[in-house]
């Protein structure tokens, strides 16, 4: 079946703009999750949400990043008056649960530039 | 909260070679330990799992050991490949929490 898909796969914006990133879980996964990757780093947590509630924001590196999900699918992680610092590799993930020990899948990511 | 350490950052070995990336965790809760391997522009694919109560688990030329006491696990790669070359992430999670991930092993196999 398909994966997770995210979109846009690439955006380049000025800073000070907004941008939304999209991410699409696998079908019937109820957990979702969004890490940062910035160039030959890690894989940072920012947020995850349990159904369309997210009961841990306390990855996300400011107030100016927030995240939704609706109808228990799709999420939309927005970054308002974005900055350089900013720039990285979006990566959302899924999986069927929450459960402690249920397999992350993970979509391509978004490759954010903020010029 | 969870912390992970990841060692070696960078690891050169020779096609045959083993390879070995090491993790340690703080949180005695954790009890999932998976390890995900992401080429070069693509996305982390998980390889390997184990669970806390399994000491070890193989899967053909990969292999997972875990020690809780000690509070560390391991990935083994046995008889590298070229196609073996990529960034290793090794994660920790325990109930009601996210992965929480290593920072990374860049692993190099030259023939």
């Known amino acids: 079946g398909a994966g997770v898909s995210q979109s846009p796969s690439n955006k380049v914006t000025e800073k000070g703009k907004d941008v939304e990133l999209r991410c699409d879980p696998i079908?019937?996964?109820?957990?979702l999750y969004w890490y940062r990757q910035s160039l030959g780093q890690g894989l940072e947590f920012l947020i995850y949400f349990q159904g369309n509630s997210a009961p841990d924001k306390s990855g996300l590196p400011s107030d100016r990043f927030s995240a939704e999900r609706t109808g228990g699918s799709v999420s939309t992680l927005t970054i308002q008056r974005t900055q350089q610092e900013d720039s990285a590799v979006y990566l959302c993930?899924?999986?069927?649960?929450?459960?402690?020990?249920?397999?992350?899948?993970f979509g391509p990511g978004t490759r954010l530039l903020v010029l | 909260g969870e912390n992970v350490e990841q060692h070696p950052s960078t690891l050169s070995v020779q096609e045959g070679d083993s390879a070995v990336i090491k993790c340690t965790y703080s949180?005695?809760?954790?009890?999932?330990f998976p390890w995900y391997k992401q080429e070069l522009g693509k996305r982390p694919q998980l390889i390997i799992d184990?669970?806390?109560?399994?000491g070890e688990k193989k899967d053909q030329r990969i292999a997972v050991t875990l020690n809780k006491t000690a509070k560390h696990f391991s990935l083994h790669i046995t008889e590298t490949q070229p196609e073996d070359s990529a960034v290793y992430f090794c994660a920790a999670k325990q109930a009601g929490t996210a992965l929480i991930f290593g920072k990374g092993t860049t692993l190099s196999v030259s023939s």
């Open positions: 079908s019937g996964h109820t957990a």
């Open positions: 993930a899924s999986s069927l649960s929450f459960s402690a020990q249920e397999t992350q899948y």
């Open positions: 184990i669970r806390s109560n399994v």
């Open positions: 949180d005695s809760a954790s009890n999932y």
